[in-house]
C-alpha cells in the first residue's frame, strides 16, 4: 500500500500538483504555498495602508499596455521593437510573483493589448491583430496573427491604437487627432481653427469594429464618438455595460494665445477628462475644453474664445475632471476580490506624467483611482505613487518610471506597466 502511495505522489508531483508531496514515511502531506510577498520597499512605491507592491520584471523595453491571462501569464506591448520584437510574455514558474520564463514575439510595435474570449488582441499604430489562446493561456501561433483592421491613420502625433473590447462581439480603437487644435498651422501662435475640422472624418474619436472579421478599414467601422484629441487609456465598464475614456486634453494655450491666458493658466487648463461614451457622442474637441475651476466646457481660441466664452452645449460634459497635462495613458474598472471593498467596480488611471506645466512643477507619474457608486463616481484619490522616484519633477527626464499600463490578475492583484525603465509592478492587498 505505501508503495502506491509513493507512486501516486510522483505521479501528482510530475503533473505539477506542488500542493501534494511525499514525506518521508511515504506518507501524503500537503505542502505550505507559495505565498507572494512584496518587496521590502514596496518596488519603491507609495501606497495605501495594506497594500504592498514586488517588481515582476524590470528593463524589458519600453512597456505601455498590459494584459493578463486566466493562467497569470503577462503580456506587455512595447511601444517600441525590443531585439526585433513588440510583445513580451512574462511567466511566474514558481509562484513567488517575479518572471523567471521571459519570451517574445510580433514584429511590431505599438500600445493596445487586451484579451477577451480565448484571443489574445495587439495593435501597432496602423493594424490591430489577434492571436487565438489554447486552454493553457498560451498563445497558438505566434509567427501568424490574424489581421483583423488595417489602414489606421498614423501621422506620427497621438498616433497610438489603443484598444478595449466590449461583451457583444465589438472592438473599440482609439484613433488620435494628429493635431493639437486643428489650426491651420499647428502649434503656431495665434494661428486660428480650420471650420470644420477635417481632422475628424478619420480622427479624433473612437471607432467600433467586429472583433473577428479580417481586414477591415474605416469603411467596415463606425465613428462610434468624436471630438476626442488623443485617448490613450480606455475600457469596458462591465457593471454599466458602456464605454469609459480618458482623453489627453489640448496644449499652449498661453503659448499661442498669450494675451488671452497667462502662463499659470497655461499650466492649469484644460483638465484631463474621464468620458463615459454612447454612439454618437461628442466631446468637443477642438472646438471647446474642459475648465475644471469653472466646471464649464470652453471655447477654444483657434474658434473665437477667450477664456471666458462658453463652448456649445451639443458637447457631453465629463464625469470626472482631472488637473492638466497628466496624461492618462491606462484605465482599470476593477472587478476583483483582493482589494477592500471600495474599490470594487471603481476605476484605476496611469498618468504618465506631464511635459508641459512650465512654470510649476510636472505632475502626474502616479495610479489614481476613482470609486463608484451605482455607476456614479465619487472623489479621485491617488492609490500608487512614487513611480518618479523624486518628489518634484521639473523635466520629464526627471522621473526615473512613468506609469503607462493597467491589468487585473486573476488573484486579483493590480499590474502597472511603466514605459521609461521597462518595469512591471504588481500590487496586492495583504490587510497587515
Not at 499596455?65 to 506587455?76: E, L, M, N, P, S
Not at 502626474?364 to 479621485?380: D, I, L, T
Amino acid at each position: 500500500m505505501k508503495k502506491n502511495v509513493s507512486v501516486f505522489t510522483l505521479f501528482l508531483a510530475m503533473a505539477g500538483l506542488s500542493g501534494i508531496t511525499a514525506n518521508a514515511s511515504d506518507s501524503l502531506t500537503l505542502a505550505k504555498p507559495v505565498v507572494v510577498v512584496a518587496d521590502a520597499d514596496n518596488a519603491g512605491l507609495k501606497l495605501p495602508a495594506g497594500f504592498g507592491a514586488l517588481k515582476v520584471a524590470d528593463g524589458i523595453g519600453r512597456a505601455r499596455h498590459i494584459a493578463v491571462t486566466a493562467q497569470g501569464d503577462v503580456y506587455v506591448k512595447l511601444m517600441r521593437l525590443a531585439d526585433g520584437k513588440g510583445i513580451v510574455r512574462l511567466r511566474d514558474t514558481n509562484g513567488d510573483g517575479k518572471a523567471e520564463d521571459i519570451s517574445s514575439m510580433g514584429n511590431y510595435g505599438g500600445t493596445g493589448i487586451a484579451i477577451k474570449n480565448g484571443y489574445l488582441y495587439a495593435s501597432s499604430d496602423e493594424e490591430v491583430f489577434r492571436y487565438k489562446l489554447d486552454a493553457k493561456g498560451e498563445v497558438v501561433s505566434p509567427l501568424q496573427p490574424e489581421k483583423i483592421i488595417i489602414g489606421l491613420i498614423n501621422r506620427r502625433q497621438h498616433e497610438s491604437k489603443s484598444i478595449t473590447l466590449d461583451n457583444n462581439g465589438n472592438i473599440y480603437v482609439n484613433i488620435g487627432a494628429y493635431s493639437n487644435s486643428c489650426q491651420e498651422r499647428d502649434r503656431q501662435p495665434g494661428s486660428l481653427g480650420r471650420m470644420p475640422c477635417p481632422i475628424l472624418d478619420s480622427a479624433g474619436g473612437i471607432w467600433q469594429f467586429k472583433a473577428d472579421k479580417l481586414n477591415q478599414t474605416y469603411g467596415d467601422g463606425i465613428r462610434y464618438a468624436t471630438g476626442l484629441r488623443n485617448v490613450v487609456g480606455l475600457d469596458w465598464n462591465n457593471q454599466m455595460n458602456q464605454l469609459f475614456v480618458m482623453q489627453h486634453g489640448r496644449d499652449d494655450l498661453h503659448n499661442l494665445f498669450p494675451s488671452l491666458y497667462t502662463q499659470q493658466q497655461n499650466a492649469d487648463l484644460p483638465a484631463e477628462t474621464m468620458y463615459a461614451l454612447k454612439k454618437g457622442d461628442n466631446a468637443g474637441w477642438p472646438y471647446a475644453y474642459y475648465d475644471p475651476f469653472k466646471n464649464k466646457k470652453m471655447l477654444a481660441p483657434e474658434y473665437g474664445g477667450d477664456g471666458i466664452k462658453e463652448g456649445s452645449q451639443e458637447y457631453i460634459d465629463p464625469v470626472v475632471a482631472f488637473p492638466a497635462h497628466m496624461a492618462p495613458n491606462a484605465m482599470l474598472f476593477y472587478t476583483g476580490s483582493m482589494f477592500p471593498a471600495k474599490y470594487k467596480n471603481g476605476a484605476f488611471i496611469a498618468f504618465h506624467g506631464s511635459w508641459n506645466r512650465a512654470p510649476l512643477p510636472q505632475e502626474g507619474y502616479y495610479v489614481a483611482f476613482v470609486p463608484f457608486e451605482n455607476g456614479k463616481p465619487g472623489k479621485w484619490e491617488i492609490f500608487a505613487n512614487g513611480f518618479a522616484g523624486i518628489e518634484v519633477v521639473t523635466g520629464t527626464r526627471g522621473a526615473q518610471h512613468r506609469p503607462s499600463g493597467l491589468a487585473e490578475g486573476p488573484d486579483g492583484s493590480l499590474y502597472v506597466a511603466d514605459d521609461a525603465k521597462g518595469t512591471i509592478y504588481r500590487i496586492v492587498y495583504t490587510g497587515k
